[in-house]
């Protein structure tokens, strides 16, 4: 499921990535290779679950849609 996800991430712009993200309720559950992956024994945040955040939390994620600034 959530390569499925990502592959349709991939195919919207950040804007619209964003309104897809937007229309999803924020649950304090979260779920494994959807929201997460544990990679050697870290939670990373997936690019999806980030996006649902609304903004850019700066602690720098591996995933993270948002554009850096300069």
Sequence with gaps: MGRIIA???DSLS???A???AK????SGRLLE????????????????YLL???RCCGN????????TKP
């Design 33 to 48: 290779h959807i929201d997460y992956q544990v990679v050697k024994g870290s939670y990373v945040f997936s690019r999806w």
């Design 18 to 20: 964003l309104i897809l």
């Design 60 to 67: 720098g994620c591996r995933n993270c849609p948002y554009p």
């Design 23 to 26: 229309q999803q309720p924020i």
């Design 52 to 54: 649902k955040q609304g």
């Design 14 to 16: 950040h804007a619209d």
């Design 7 to 9: 592959e349709r991430l």
